[in-house]
């Protein structure tokens, strides 16, 4: 599209330099509307690369109701047509409340040995924020214990259960995923969905 100098005012040509006359003969240009498509789909293609995608879980999985195992699936209500996909599950915050239900429990000595996620190698003694990067300073094992029902409770289960879902089930986000979905503006639906659906 060109313009032709009238006076002051530019007024917008077609390839064939044609004059537009109204805002209608704009949108009825072949090459006017090609120029208009391929700046929307460059920028929805810029727009969909921008935004990080947080509600895929590593691990695809159903809900015992058929609903995808995912934040946004179970938000969505969305139903998996694959019924070959595993369930998923984990314990309650209840069952790691005893020590001997947490990953890495030795039973001959009766001692944890330490659970490593990323860089971080925690105990039942080691601060939330060490290990989450953010909230509490009270350790895991308090917070089990004293604070039942909040937000770090329902994380502590969740975090754990990655480690090691029970048999027979997956759980379907990493304990890497748990911990950034405890530090992103997820962090409620996030406790919602694990204590909905993967709180046995």
Known sequence: MNHKKDGC???PTDSTG?????????????????LLLSGVLKGSA?????VP????????ALTKDGKICTISGAQSAAHSQKATLPPCKGWSPGYY???EHWPHYDAAS???GGNTVGAITFNINSPFNTVFGSGPATSLIT???????????HYIAALLNAIKPPSGYVFPYSASEVIGIYNSPQKASGKDFFYTYLEA
């Open 97 to 99: 409340k005893k020590v």
């Open 18 to 34: 044609s004059t537009f006359k109204s805002s209608a003969d704009l949108e009825q240009s072949p090459s006017r509307r090609r």
């Open 110 to 112: 009766n001692l944890l």
């Open 46 to 50: 810029l727009a969909a690369t921008a």
């Open 9 to 11: 005012e530019n007024i």
């Open 143 to 153: 917070i089990m214990l004293t604070i039942e029902n909040s937000l770090e409770f």
């Open 53 to 60: 995608i947080r509600s895929f879980a590593s691990t695809p």
